[in-house]
């Protein structure tokens, strides 16, 4: 059972997953598209999907990623009005879909599951702010720096954390080129802020990454 149903009480948590649909999603696959009406509040069972945005054409922005035992586009399935970005799983990912208007009525009738609720969706709007400045920075390195230091901090490793995204996904968070990030994590990895191994960024002290965006 996922970390967000482990939170309630056993009624609670089946309550939960006999009202919701669960759909397997393939790598790169769909969840909802920006501009669809939400009619379902989505939970990750299994798998990461990301939440992303398109500025313009062949640009690709990741407003969150969201693994096992998250849940997400709290707003939209709150109000009913149109999910304001897309969702793709990234690895083959098993989700519940749990249709708007059974979430309201476990919202009205359970404050276990309401207060829950509302804890994530803080959690969310967070982060949100946080994406916000990283895409506000004008430095480059700055803002893979801002990036590396939020994955290290939300896996919060013992000793060394290894950093699971891809280049590609820390490209998009960040807002810049593939090619961009590609030659910043190169450079601070010669800094001495973190380490690679076997392609992957391996940090050990977050120390390094904070002095370079204060």
């Known amino acids: 059972m996922d970390q ?13 997953l006999k009202q919701g649909t669960k759909r397997r999603f393939a790598p790169n696959q769909t969840v909802f598209s920006e501009g669809d009406q939400a009619t379902f509040l989505p939970i990750v069972l299994s ?13 690709e922005v990741i407003l969150g990623l969201f693994r096992t035992g998250e849940v997400f586009a709290i707003p939209p399935a709150m109000d009913g009005k149109r999910f304001p970005a897309t969702a793709v799983a990234i690895d083959k990912s098993d989700l519940l879909l749990l249709p708007r208007d059974r979430f309201l009525e476990l919202m009205k009738s359970s404050s276990e599951f309401s207060a829950a609720i509302m804890s994530r969706m803080c959690g969310i ?8 400045q990283i895409l506000a920075t004008s430095s480059a390195e700055q803002r893979v720096a ?8 939300e896996l919060e490793g013992n000793g060394i954390t290894k950093i699971p995204h891809r280049r590609q996904d820390i490209a998009e968070m ?8 590609i030659r910043v ?9 973190f380490t690679i191994v076997g392609g992957r960024i391996m940090v050990g002290t977050t120390e390094p990454l904070r002095r370079l965006i204060r």
């Open 185 to 193: 994590i190169r450079k601070m990895a010669e800094k001495g802020c």
């Open 125 to 132: 709007l967070r982060k949100r702010a946080d994406t916000v």
């Open 146 to 153: 801002s990036v590396i230091l939020r994955l290290a901090e």
């Open 4 to 16: 967000f149903l482990q939170e309630f009480e056993a009624e609670l948590a089946g309550r939960v």
């Open 47 to 59: 798998g990461q999907v990301k939440l992303v945005r398109f500025p313009e054409p062949g640009k």
């Open 174 to 181: 960040a807002g810049l080129t593939l090619e961009t990030t």
